[in-house]
């Protein structure tokens, strides 16, 4: 057993990015297209990603600086066009998503690299992933910034204004999780499925 008392014992960057990814498992992908004030889109998964709010409907997720402490192409389009899609895209479009983790150059357009077709989005300028099952459409909260030192992470709360989902996943009531078939994020290269579940009975 190993205990670590970070201010006597730090642990670098690199360490606690390891173990996050390794213990905080598994973790929802969030998919997200934005578009700059010229309109070049991107597009990019971030597995820091959760609900944060139901009234008002409101989604977190927290892309990271890069080793030269540059913010990821999301948070400098946010910081022009204050709009956003999150998809959820479930197994179907793994791959497609995975494709979309590349390192382009700004303003290069990751619908393009990944060959996906763009759709609009109710009530936003920003344009969704048409073949994707379930997207949310946001317009920025805020976005909270953790220092600038590589690594450091920029929580964008973005709140929910517009939704589409495929009927084949929802019934008004339930989301299908066999039709929707989402996925995790492991450490490393490594996904989930949610193939296996199992229930318990909330206690009174």
Known sequence: MSDYLLEEA????????????GTICPRPIAWVSTHDRAGNTNLAPFSFFNVVSVAPPVLGFSPLLN?????KDTIRNLEQVP???????GEALVNEMNATSASLPAGEDEF??????KAT????????????PVAF???????VRFGDQPMAGCL?????VSIHIDDAIWNGRHVSVEALKPIGRMAGSDYARTSDLFGLERPA
């Open 10 to 21: 730090p642990l670098s960057s690199g360490a606690i990015y390891r173990l996050f990814c």
């Open 121 to 132: 989005m109710p009530g936003l300028s920003v344009p969704r992933v048409a073949a994707a």
């Open 156 to 160: 964008v709360l973005a709140e929910v």
């Open 112 to 117: 393009a690299l990944a060959g996906l077709e």
């Open 137 to 143: 459409g946001c317009r920025l909260r805020e976005i």
């Open 67 to 71: 080793g030269e402490s540059q913010p």
């Open 83 to 89: 709009e956003c899609v999150v998809h959820i895209s």
